[in-house]
């Protein structure tokens, strides 16, 4: 009795299907989003022969880096707001430092909300979404924006009672002292960052962290290792000095940025631009550092295999290019910025892309990634495609705009740009095109060549060639331009 009772039960048991691991719920990955401030494309994976960013580096060589990837708009709150959200500057209207996301839209959700409305673990650690004000908080995460033991942005903090060490740099804009790494306000960020990760690595639902390191945004004050790291004649001159050829004066800015105030504006002479460019370069190596921190605590954790990893610069910067020092123009140093995706089991690690990307098309990116559907109203494209094939496009061009007169806060929350200019790139050209923010008319035309001539020296508006291809590319940016939303307060 009992051997037939056993041979029953064992006949039961093998006719009830059994779960097998490819049948288990997938669990989804984790994200780590991390947004750098001024960071153009200087670095080491992109082929500069100078800089030393290692960890940037490190990163690309796992997943796929995008050679041809534009901001919405060169400035930090404005940029932050469009590819946080998804959407446009001008469909935000927002294109000032003076309005916020959350005032113009207070049901905006941002892609770390999202991800939290769909099972997950959001926190946001230093500058993220803005970093100005009220806009440094982020609405409904799971974690409050996290603080950074009340370290500042701009300036070196050491124990009560320890006297900074002499500064070794002699520009107003540098600070090159001796100090430790635990006395800047982004080493406290990775910091935290690896804290948190540790406390999230015991957590069974997935996490989004986003987190923002400042530098290498001015001033340009970090520890004395990393200006160590470039010999000052090692400092490349300026490779493309002086205005392109043609270019309209409305083009360009006071560079107030670097240069001072209007009304008490300064020059610089050779030794100060080289000094100037030498701190970028260090400034670049110790956020990179801080980064390389936080990429060895996912690996340390065993995260690496379930974690997305994307890094991107919030807008370029110029060091010189075109007489030009700082951001808020539409040529290629402040409009093209950096953008790296590593997607376990997804692509070659070390690809690189020349398809054209753009900010706004991170926040489908990672839904796709993530097996999240999309919430309404995004502007921009899943790069999924790309990070599975390299050589694919998703998209013909990427637009980036910003305003004249150009000024960070845009003179008050309910002031209105006098001009606008569009910068429309293809895969060969880059049209930019200023219009007049009450009529529409335009008032100033540029057409770069990217093939023939990748650093626009020469405007060729006013060309045959130029003739020939304006039209069908203004028809192409007014295609891509949305109705403005000017949200009344």
Same mark, same amino acid.
């Given at each position: 009795m009992k051997t037939t009772l056993a041979l029953l039960?064992?006949?039961?048991?093998?006719?009830?299907p059994t779960m097998r691991a490819a049948d288990a719920p997938k669990q989804? !990955?984790?994200?780590?989003?991390?947004?750098?401030?001024?960071? #153009?494309n200087r670095l080491g994976c992109y082929g500069d022969p100078v800089a030393k960013s290692p960890n940037l580096d490190r990163l690309a060589a796992r997943g796929t880096l995008f050679t041809r990837n534009f901001c919405q708009q060169p400035i930090c709150g404005p940029s932050r707001a469009s590819f946080m959200s998804g959407r446009?500057?001008?469909?935000?209207?927002?294109?000032?430092?003076?309005?916020?996301?959350?005032?113009?839209? =207070?049901?905006?959700?941002?892609? =770390?909300?999202?991800?939290?409305?769909?099972?997950?673990?959001?926190?946001?650690?230093?500058?993220?979404?803005?970093?100005?004000?009220?806009?440094?908080d982020f609405k409904m995460l &799971?974690?409050?924006?996290?603080?950074?033991?009340?370290?500042?942005?701009?300036?070196?903090?050491?124990?009560?009672?320890?006297?900074?060490? !002499? #500064?070794?740099?002699?520009?107003s804009l540098c600070e090159n002292r001796d100090v430790p790494?635990?006395?800047?306000?982004?080493?406290?960020?990775? &910091?935290?960052?690896?804290?948190?990760?540790?406390?999230?690595?015991?957590?069974p639902e997935p996490f989004f962290l986003a987190l923002g390191i400042f530098k290498p945004h001015s001033p340009y004050k970090v520890p004395k290792r990393y200006w160590d790291m470039y010999?000052?004649?090692?400092? !490349?001159?300026? @490779?493309?000095?002086?205005?392109?050829?043609?270019?309209? @004066?409305?083009?360009?800015?006071?560079?107030?940025?670097?240069?001072?105030?209007p009304n008490a504006p300064r020059t610089l002479d050779e030794e100060a631009k080289r000094e100037i460019r030498h701190g970028y370069y260090a400034a670049m190596s110790f956020a990179d550092a801080q980064f390389g921190r936080v990429l060895d605590a996912l690996d340390e954790l065993k995260l690496r295999d379930n974690t997305i990893v994307v890094i991107i610069g919030d807008n370029g910067f110029h060091l010189g290019e075109h007489d030009v020092w700082g951001k808020m123009t539409l040529f290629g140093w402040d409009a093209?910025? !950096?953008? $790296?995706?590593?997607?376990?089991?997804?692509?070659?690690?070390?690809?690189?892309?020349?398809?054209?990307?753009?900010? $706004?098309?991170?926040? =489908?990116?990672?839904?796709?990634?993530?097996?999240?559907p999309n919430p309404p109203q995004l502007d921009g494209a899943s790069l999924v495609p790309l990070l599975k094939d390299a050589s694919a496009s998703v998209k013909p061009a990427a637009l980036t705009q910003h305003p004249r007169p150009a000024l960070y806060w845009g003179g008050g929350p309910k002031a209105l740009p006098q001009v606008m200019g569009y910068g429309l790139t293809t895969d060969r050209w880059s049209y930019h095109e200023w219009r007049d923010f009450?009529?529409?008319?335009?008032?100033? /035309?540029?057409?770069?060549? /990217?093939? #023939?001539?990748?650093? @626009?020296?020469? #405007?060729?508006?006013?060309?045959?060639?130029?003739?020939?291809?304006?039209?069908?590319?203004?028809e192409q940016l007014r295609s891509m331009t949305t109705k403005r939303l000017e949200t009344k307060r």
């Open positions: 039960t064992a006949l039961l048991l093998a006719s009830v989804k !990955p984790n994200v780590l989003f991390v947004v750098f401030d001024d960071l #153009n446009r500057p001008d469909s935000l209207g927002i294109t000032s430092m003076t309005k916020y996301l959350y005032d113009l839209h =207070p049901d905006a959700v941002t892609i =770390p909300q999202w991800f939290m409305q769909h099972g997950y673990t959001s926190m946001s650690i230093g500058k993220v979404l803005g970093g100005y004000g009220k806009e440094a &799971s974690v409050p924006d996290r603080r950074t033991g009340g370290k500042t942005k701009d300036e070196f903090q050491l124990p009560s009672g320890v006297a900074l060490p !002499p #500064n070794l740099a002699k520009d790494d635990e006395a800047c306000f982004d080493a406290a960020s990775a &910091s935290l960052a690896i804290t948190e990760l540790r406390a999230l690595a015991k957590k010999r000052l004649e090692d400092i !490349p001159a300026i @490779e493309t000095p002086t205005r392109p050829r043609n270019a309209p @004066e409305i083009a360009f800015h006071a560079n107030h940025e670097i240069l001072g105030e093209r910025v !950096p953008l $790296i995706i590593s997607a376990p089991g997804i692509g070659t690690g070390g690809a690189k892309t020349s398809a054209i990307s753009e900010l $706004i098309d991170i926040f =489908p990116t990672l839904t796709d990634l993530s097996g999240l009450k009529t529409g008319l335009v008032v100033g /035309q540029e057409l770069y060549d /990217q093939q #023939n001539d990748p650093l @626009e020296t020469v #405007n060729l508006v006013g060309t045959v060639e130029a003739a020939a291809e304006i039209p069908a590319l203004a």
